[in-house]
Every structure is written in structure tokens, then in C-alpha cells.
């Protein structure tokens, strides 16, 4: 192709991807931050829908404290107005739960928050109202941001989050979201019970149209990029070294507009829903494997990691979902290249002829020479986090890798010692 067409070509490319983002109200610092948005409200879409079902105010509070753990990895404090909007009332039932606070006289940041309609923060300083220290020594924080719960327009008191020098914008994103979530249901279950289903269907309308407008102009950049590729597999169909690289990365643009589209699977309002099983098909687990360590191979060599794969002898068929094999194989080997930044080396292994509880199946173990999982990451280290680098390595790639592997009926175990590495085995049961 003509160097000077193409980069024409990229501009326009370019050009049309930033209208698209625009269009879709996405505009951020970092080209990927779309992705991460469309992620962030498609998880307070999923918890809000769980929220929906809460019958009355404390069982949402403890049940919206279960998700900010998951999202924050601490749970913060709510503070709602009482019936005579008088006086702040600490939910939830530990200390904090007695503290009162008068919305007009209090010197407490939480009271002016509330009594200016004004999101604010609290920071260790010599003048801190007592309640307010009261709090950060609660929340284990020296810093906390104050946000206002609203219902429409009304005021229903505040949410209290920790804060510390690491949060990034999307953390921001995501607290101001959770909190809307909150004091929405919060509002419709202090309306009454009548309300309750009218506000969970138009919620529901409301999102699931958001969401789909979101994946719809995704999937165009997605489009234009597979297009291309087309383009470039006829311009060189003379160059068959070409063609694998080719193939394989069309292959996983096809895989990104599919995991875009599900974000639109939203379950029935009626009763949760198991998830529909994974489509099966016979698949060679040693191609698969190939496949990740040449996409992965040149990321993880500017890293200095080597990455290399033990086969198991000729085809090693089993009936599963490739697209989910590849997915968790993916997400294991890009956590193991994060927690190597000096290096290393990561290999990943194929067996056939492997049972387990009575089932026949294969296995794939993902082995990385890094730094090893400490305990504390251990305990938890398939819970949903919205962020964690380095030796942790853990966080919603493990989170998904684990809910994949348990679609396919298999299972995933997790071998680790410091100072000598992480190994992944996942067993997939032949599902014919």
C-alpha cells in the first residue's frame, strides 16, 4: 500500500473514531478510557439492578456495602436525613450508627455537604470537627471525598468514600456513579413499595438504551479496523508470512466486538436467571495456546519476558468454548507479563489424560517465574477489583478468568511462593 495513501487512510480512520467517541458523550485524556467508562456503567448497571430488588432501607444499605467492597475495596459511610430533615443519622450497625448530626448547626464537612447540596471532602487538619475524625478513623483513611445522595432533586443525606493519593479519574467515575445508584433506590424505596417496580423498569429502559447506543458506536472503530485488515490480506495475499499475524488479529478484533456486545445482556426483572452455557464445539486446546503466545510475544518481549509454550503431543482436542479458553489464557499470561517489569520468563504447558471428580478432561497451566502472589491477595484474589498492578496481579481479568472457567464446568487452581513464581492450572472437562 502507498505509504502516503495509508497514512491519509489512518487520519481519516482516526478522525472518524474521535467523532464516534464524541458523539457517544466519551471524551478523555486516554484513547482506551471509552472502554473503561462503557465497563464502569455496565458494572453499577448489573449491582443496580441487584440494588432494585432491596425491599426496604437497610437491607439496601448493608447490600450496597457488599458492593462497595467489591468496587472500592472498602465500604463507606452513609449518612441519611430524618424524617423531620432535621438531623444526619449514621446507617448501618456499628458506632458510626449512633452518630446525629444537626443539618443546619453541625461543623461537620458531612452537614455542609448536605446543607449546601455541595459534594466536599474531609482532610486531617487542626479545626476538624470531632465527627468528622470520628469518620476518617472509621473509614482507616486520612483523606475521604463527601458526596451527596440525591433522589431527582431531593436530598437524602450523603456517602462518605475513602480516599487516598492513587485514585485516578475513574475512580472518581465510579464513586459519583455508585452514589447516584444509591440514593436513587434509597428515594424509591422511601416512596413506597408501589413505586418500586415503575422505577426499576424505567431505570432498566434507560440504561439498556444507553448502553446499546455505547456498544453500537464501539462496535463502528471495530468494524473499520476488521475492514482493513481485509484490505490488507488481499494487498498481500503474495506474502503468506503475513497471513497467520493476519488472521490472528482479526480473530480477537471479532472477540472484542463480542465481549462489547454482551454488555447489553441484561437479565429478566421477574427472577435472576442462571447464564445461558457457553456454545461447545471441539476445539484443539495446543492451537489455542499457540495463538495467545504469539499475540502476547511482542508486548511481553519490551517487558524482557520470554514466553513459550510445552505441548502436549499432536492436536489436543476437547469439546468446550475457544472463545472463552482464549480469553482466560489471555488474561492470565497479560497479569503474569505485568508482574515481571524487570523480566523473566513465562511458559505455558498443555496435558491430556487428566481427571477430576470423575470427570475426563485436559489441563493448561500458565507459569510465570515473577515475584509470587502474597497472602493478602490470596485471600481474595478472584473478587472483583477495579484496579491492581504489579505483584498482585489480581484483579478483574481473574475476576472474569474465574467466572469463564466455572462456565466451561472446569476449575482453576493457583500455586505460589514468594521470590519463585505464580502458576495458573485450569482444568476443562471435555463437554461432549
Same mark, same amino acid.
Not at 47 to 76: K, T
Not at 116 to 126: C, F, R, Y
Given at each position: 500500500?502507498?505509504?502516503?495513501?495509508?497514512?491519509?487512510?489512518?487520519?481519516?480512520?482516526?478522525?472518524?473514531?474521535?467523532a464516534?467517541?464524541?458523539?457517544?458523550?466519551?471524551?478523555?485524556?486516554?484513547?482506551?478510557?471509552?472502554?473503561?467508562?462503557?465497563?464502569?456503567?455496565?458494572?453499577?448497571?448489573?449491582?443496580?439492578?441487584?440494588?432494585?430488588?432491596e425491599?426496604?432501607?437497610?437491607?439496601?444499605?448493608?447490600?450496597?456495602?457488599?458492593?462497595?467492597?467489591?468496587?472500592?475495596?472498602?465500604?463507606?459511610?452513609?449518612?441519611?436525613?430524618?424524617?423531620?430533615?432535621a438531623?444526619?443519622?449514621?446507617?448501618?450497625?456499628?458506632?458510626?450508627?449512633?452518630?446525629?448530626?444537626?443539618?443546619?448547626?453541625?461543623?461537620?464537612?458531612?452537614?455542609?455537604?448536605?446543607?449546601?447540596?455541595?459534594?466536599?471532602?474531609?482532610?486531617?487538619?487542626?479545626?476538624?470537627?470531632?465527627?468528622?475524625?470520628?469518620?476518617?478513623?472509621?473509614?482507616?483513611?486520612?483523606?475521604?471525598?463527601?458526596?451527596?445522595?440525591?433522589?431527582?432533586?431531593?436530598?437524602?443525606?450523603?456517602?462518605?468514600?475513602?480516599?487516598?493519593?492513587?485514585?485516578?479519574?475513574?475512580?472518581?467515575?465510579?464513586?459519583?456513579?455508585?452514589?447516584?445508584?444509591?440514593?436513587?433506590?434509597?428515594?424509591?424505596?422511601?416512596?413506597g413499595?408501589?413505586?418500586?417496580?415503575?422505577?426499576?423498569?424505567?431505570?432498566?429502559?434507560?440504561?439498556?438504551?444507553?448502553?446499546?447506543?455505547?456498544v453500537?458506536?464501539?462496535?463502528?472503530?471495530?468494524?473499520?479496523?476488521?475492514?482493513?485488515?481485509?484490505?490488507?490480506? @488481499?494487498?498481500?495475499?503474495?506474502?503468506?508470512?503475513?497471513?497467520?499475524?493476519?488472521?490472528?488479529?482479526?480473530?480477537?478484533?471479532?472477540?472484542?466486538?463480542?465481549?462489547?456486545?454482551?454488555?447489553?445482556?441484561?437479565?429478566?426483572?421477574?427472577?435472576p436467571?442462571?447464564?445461558?452455557?457457553?456454545?461447545?464445539?471441539?476445539?484443539?486446546?495446543?492451537?489455542?495456546?499457540?495463538?495467545?503466545?504469539? @499475540?502476547?510475544?511482542?508486548?511481553?518481549?519490551?517487558?524482557?519476558?520470554?514466553?513459550?509454550?510445552?505441548?502436549?503431543?499432536?492436536? @489436543?482436542?476437547?469439546?468446550?468454548?475457544?472463545?472463552?479458553?482464549?480469553?482466560?489464557?489471555?488474561?492470565l499470561?497479560?497479569?503474569?507479563?505485568?508482574?515481571?517489569?524487570?523480566?523473566?520468563?513465562?511458559?505455558?504447558?498443555?496435558?491430556?489424560?487428566?481427571?477430576?471428580?470423575?470427570?475426563?478432561?485436559?489441563?493448561?497451566?500458565?507459569?510465570?517465574?515473577?515475584?509470587?502472589?502474597?497472602?493478602?491477595?490470596?485471600?481474595?484474589?478472584?473478587?472483583?477489583?477495579?484496579?491492581?498492578?504489579?505483584?498482585?496481579?489480581a484483579?478483574?481479568?481473574?475476576?472474569?478468568?474465574?467466572?469463564?472457567?466455572?462456565?466451561?464446568g472446569?476449575?482453576?487452581?493457583?500455586?505460589?511462593?514468594?521470590?519463585?513464581?505464580?502458576a495458573?492450572?485450569?482444568?476443562?472437562?471435555?463437554?461432549?
Amino acid at each position: 500500500i502507498d505509504e502516503a495513501r495509508f497514512n491519509t487512510l489512518m487520519q481519516q480512520a482516526e478522525a472518524r473514531a474521535i467523532a464516534l467517541i464524541d458523539a457517544a458523550g466519551l471524551t478523555f485524556d486516554r484513547a482506551d478510557a471509552w472502554f473503561e467508562t462503557l465497563w464502569i456503567q455496565a458494572q453499577l448497571a448489573a449491582f443496580s439492578m441487584v440494588m432494585g430488588r432491596e425491599s426496604n432501607i437497610a437491607g439496601l444499605d448493608r447490600l450496597g456495602r457488599q458492593i462497595a467492597r467489591s468496587l472500592f475495596a472498602h465500604e463507606p459511610r452513609v449518612f441519611l436525613i430524618d424524617s423531620a430533615g432535621a438531623v444526619l443519622e449514621g446507617a448501618g450497625d456499628d458506632d458510626l450508627s449512633a452518630l446525629k448530626l444537626a443539618v443546619t448547626t453541625s461543623p461537620s464537612r458531612v452537614a455542609a455537604a448536605v446543607r449546601d447540596g455541595v459534594d466536599g471532602s474531609i482532610e486531617e487538619a487542626k479545626d476538624l470537627a470531632v465527627a468528622d475524625r470520628q469518620i476518617l478513623r472509621r473509614l482507616a483513611a486520612e483523606s475521604a471525598a463527601v458526596t451527596v445522595l440525591r433522589d431527582d432533586e431531593q436530598i437524602l443525606g450523603a456517602i462518605v468514600f475513602r480516599t487516598g493519593d492513587d485514585d485516578s479519574a475513574q475512580t472518581g467515575t465510579l464513586m459519583a456513579g455508585f452514589a447516584a445508584e444509591l440514593g436513587h433506590w434509597m428515594g424509591v424505596l422511601r416512596r413506597g413499595a408501589a413505586s418500586l417496580r415503575e422505577g426499576l423498569e424505567t431505570y432498566r429502559a434507560q440504561h439498556e438504551k444507553r448502553l446499546r447506543e455505547i456498544v453500537h458506536e464501539a462496535n463502528n472503530p471495530l468494524s473499520i479496523v476488521h475492514n482493513y485488515l481485509h484490505i490488507l490480506e @488481499l494487498r498481500l495475499k503474495d506474502h503468506p508470512e503475513t497471513h497467520e499475524p493476519l488472521r490472528l488479529v482479526a480473530a480477537e478484533v471479532r472477540r472484542a466486538a463480542a465481549i462489547v456486545r454482551r454488555v447489553t445482556e441484561f437479565p429478566a426483572l421477574e427472577a435472576p436467571k442462571p447464564a445461558g452455557e457457553p456454545r461447545r464445539e471441539q476445539v484443539d486446546l495446543n492451537k489455542i495456546v499457540s495463538n495467545v503466545v504469539e @499475540l502476547i510475544g511482542a508486548n511481553a518481549a519490551k517487558s524482557g519476558v520470554e514466553v513459550s509454550a510445552t505441548l502436549d503431543d499432536g492436536p @489436543l482436542l476437547v469439546t468446550s468454548n475457544a472463545d472463552h479458553i482464549t480469553q482466560v489464557l489471555t488474561n492470565l499470561a497479560r497479569n503474569a507479563v505485568e508482574a515481571m517489569p524487570d523480566g523473566g520468563s513465562l511458559e505455558i504447558q498443555t496435558y491430556r489424560g487428566l481427571y477430576r471428580a470423575g470427570r475426563a478432561g485436559v489441563e493448561v497451566v500458565v507459569r510465570d517465574d515473577g515475584p509470587g502472589l502474597p497472602d493478602a491477595v490470596l485471600a481474595r484474589i478472584y473478587d472483583p477489583k477495579t484496579t491492581a498492578k504489579g505483584a498482585g496481579h489480581a484483579g478483574l481479568g481473574l475476576h472474569i478468568s474465574a467466572r469463564l472457567v466455572t462456565e466451561l464446568g472446569g476449575a482453576i487452581d493457583v500455586r505460589t511462593a514468594p521470590g519463585k513464581g505464580t502458576a495458573f492450572a485450569i482444568f476443562l472437562p471435555d463437554l461432549s
